[in-house]
């Protein structure tokens, strides 16, 4: 299995509180991504990372911000939780561009209440 | 109409019947991956293809690039197997833009 772990696995917070959930590799992968995932709406990419200090926006990125300051770890920032925010986030990571296999964590589950 | 349709939306079969849950895409794609989820579980690629067909085990995966489709096949199926399985499409836009069909639930009765 790939070594991918995400921190916390389970976290219940209030509205308005700022969250950070922790995706953490040893695969020295370059590519790691974050997904949320919601009933009726599949899985959805919140930002991704290609490399150090090397960011971009999804689809639903509104609300999230990601840093990237060593490649094993890819954070991801609610800087104000809201009530949308509620779901079930996936951190995934890629040796390749386009055609490469990815690998996926074991999600987090955040309710904001 | 989203970009990645699968079918069916839910299968319930018995254990030891043909599996087979289709995939079709509308996007220009440099490579489809199934994935299985489990309940309550991660999520574990199973297959990554760009032409003709992949096996692994009881699991076959088929792509038709002309046709924009690609299908999962599970033979001899068991109740192990039932997970949702995802069909995703690499964009040809890059960096990995993976998107995602809605999922099928599959449900193998002993």
């Known amino acids: 299995d790939a070594g991918i772990t995400q921190s916390p696995r389970h976290k219940v917070t209030e509205t308005g509180t700022p969250v950070t959930l922790r995706c953490h590799q040893t695969?020295?992968?370059?590519?790691m991504y974050w997904y949320r995932q919601d009933p009726g709406h599949g899985l959805r990419l919140i930002h991704y990372?290609?490399?150090?200090?090397?960011?971009d926006k999804g689809e639903v990125s509104d609300g999230y911000s990601v840093s990237r300051s060593k490649t094993e770890d890819f954070l991801l920032t609610l800087e104000s939780a809201t009530s949308s925010q509620t779901s079930v986030y996936f951190c995934?990571?890629?040796?390749?561009?386009?055609?490469?296999?990815?690998?996926f964590g074991e999600g987090s589950r955040l309710t904001v209440l | 109409k989203n970009e990645v349709e699968q079918s069916p939306q839910n299968l319930t079969a018995q254990e030891g019947e043909f599996i087979t849950i289709n995939c079709s895409y509308s996007?220009?794609?440099?490579?489809l991956h199934w994935l299985q989820q489990h309940p309550g579980g991660g999520i574990v690629s199973l297959f990554m293809l760009s032409s003709g067909k992949k096996k692994h085990g009881r699991l076959i995966a088929t792509i038709n690039i002309q046709e924009k489709h690609s299908s999962l096949h599970i033979t001899a199926s068991h109740p192990r197997d039932s997970a949702v399985y995802i069909c995703?499409?690499?964009?040809?836009?890059?960096?990995?833009?993976?998107?995602f069909g809605q999922g099928t639930r599959l449900t193998i009765n002993p």
């Open positions: 990372s290609y490399g150090v200090k090397d960011t």
């Open positions: 996007v220009g794609i440099s490579a």
């Open positions: 995703a499409a690499s964009s040809l836009q890059g960096a990995q833009k993976l998107v």
């Open positions: 695969e020295n992968h370059r590519y």
């Open positions: 995934a990571i890629g040796l390749a561009e386009g055609t490469g296999e990815l690998f």
